[in-house]
């Protein structure tokens, strides 16, 4: 099992829907939660890191669930710029180890179509 | 502008020759890494840099060397010994050890 899976998609949706995404982590210890957006050819850029009692910024939420090991990203009134690849990034302590490690998942594609 | 730079854009070399990466940031982060994308592909850590002249192997860290002699630099170089460099390479920098990261624009090296 991966440390960090997401659903590859593609996730094709018109635009003003609303769609959500998973990404689940297998380490309990795990610390820190971010969403990146990364464009076609492009770096990732950070969109929003997760926080416990999660948070939102303009269309996008992110929540946190620790119990079932998972974070989630919603956006509402997709728009066609959103159309990108979202990563999922978990800052865990693998076993026996007291040092942290950045895992990055994946990705989700996501398409907006008019 | 504070930023992580990366150059060159696009790289070609032939096979069996040895090429150096350039990350450079200006936004007095102590923590760079270097990561190796391939197509449809997730990021994998090649290596990480905590302080100036320490670095640490990533996941996939054989046939690449890098060095951090200066804070602001962390050169990557592409041995020969690679069998299969051709990838889309990224820098990142964060002001601690695995808090946000924020990357390069990356570099493309095709090996002909």
């Known amino acids: 099992r991966k440390e960090v899976e997401q659903d590859p998609g593609p996730f094709n949706v018109p635009e003003g829907a609303t769609v959500a995404f998973n990404c689940t982590y297998s380490?309990?210890?795990?610390?820190?939660f971010f969403w990146y957006r990364q464009d076609c050819r492009k770096e990732p850029k950070l969109l929003m890191s997760?926080?416990?009692s999660g948070n939102e910024d303009g269309r996008f939420t992110a929540q946190l669930n620790r119990a079932s090991q998972y974070i989630s990203l919603l956006i509402r009134d997709s728009k066609l710029s959103d159309s990108a690849t979202y990563l999922c990034?978990?800052?865990?302590?693998?076993?026996?180890?007291?040092?942290?490690?950045?895992?990055f998942g994946s990705g989700t594609r996501l398409s907006i179509r008019p | 502008d504070g930023g992580i730079t990366q150059s060159p854009k696009y790289l070609f070399r032939k096979e069996g020759q040895n090429v150096t990466l350039s990350c450079e940031q200006n936004?007095?982060?102590?923590?760079m890494y270097w990561y190796r994308q391939d197509p449809g592909q997730g990021l994998r850590l090649i290596y990480y840099?905590?302080?100036?002249?320490?670095?640490q192997k990533g996941d996939i860290a054989e046939g690449y060397s890098v060095s951090r002699e200066k804070k602001e630099s962390f050169p990557l170089t592409v041995t020969s010994a690679q069998k299969n460099p051709t990838a889309f390479y990224l820098c990142?920098?964060?002001?601690?050890?695995?808090?946000?990261?924020?990357f390069g624009p990356g570099t493309r090296l095709t090996v002909l």
């Open positions: 990142a920098s964060s002001r601690g050890l695995n808090n946000e990261q924020f």
């Open positions: 380490n309990s210890a795990s610390q820190s």
């Open positions: 997760v926080y416990s």
């Open positions: 990034v978990v800052n865990m302590r693998p076993l026996y180890s007291s040092a942290s490690k950045i895992i």
């Open positions: 936004l007095n982060h102590d923590a």
């Open positions: 840099s905590q302080i100036v002249n320490d670095f």
